[in-house]
């Protein structure tokens, strides 16, 4: 257990912009691999569909595509080079809901995974999930905190503002 923490790492980075917050995305998205999941909690309005956004245009999800909250569907598929799943699963009870509708087999595979409020299924959450809290600072600023395997968010989070705290 000690040592499988040792292996990961947390950055952050106040964004002072949704603008700004798209753009830190759009370089993470770029870098990405099938089987990568971004696991994102924080509250109503804090940037996840707004990062989330970043990502598709950085996966080379074009542009016509708006990136929205999945809603009555709880998931939204994209295509590209490498697929995007984006999940929104606000309106689920926990992971057992999660099981139940069989989309842990997205997990599995081709793809990149987003879930939007996560924390709900954090106990089903593969061991090396990207884990992305937003917190709502002020109108403009939110503070965007990325946990995940070291050597795989040194390579994300190159070019970009963030640090490693
Ligand atoms: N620095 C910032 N980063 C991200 N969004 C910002 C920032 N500053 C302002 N905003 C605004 O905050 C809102 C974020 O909304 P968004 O839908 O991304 O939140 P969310 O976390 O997905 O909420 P929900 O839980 O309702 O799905 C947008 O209107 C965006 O323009
Ligand atoms: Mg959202």
Same mark, same amino acid.
């Given at each position: 257990m000690a040592e499988k923490n040792q292996d990961r790492l947390k950055a952050q980075i106040i964004s002072s912009s949704a603008e700004q917050t798209k753009a830190l995305a759009g370089i993470i998205g770029a870098r990405l691999q099938n089987g990568d999941i971004l696991a994102l909690s924080g509250e109503l309005g804090s940037g996840k569909t707004c990062f989330t956004g970043g990502l598709a245009l950085g996966l080379g999800i074009g542009e016509k595509y708006r990136i929205t909250s999945p @809603? /009555? @569907?709880l %998931?939204?598929?994209y295509p590209a080079k490498i697929k995007l799943y984006h999940f929104d699963i =606000?309106? %689920? +009870? #926990? =992971? @057992? #809901? /999660? *099981?139940?509708?069989? =989309?842990e087999e997205y997990f599995n595979g081709d793809g990149v995974v987003v879930i939007e409020w996560a924390e709900k299924i954090a106990e089903i959450l593969p061991d090396d999930s990207f884990m992305i809290t937003f917190e709502y600072l002020d109108e403009n600023k939110r503070k965007i905190v990325m946990e995940g395997p070291a050597h795989r968010l +040194? *390579?994300?989070? +190159?070019?970009t503002k963030m640090e490693v705290v």
């Open positions: @809603t /009555f @569907t %998931i939204n598929e =606000y309106r %689920i +009870k #926990d =992971y @057992t #809901d /999660f *099981e139940d509708l069989g =989309y +040194k *390579e994300l989070m +190159k070019d």
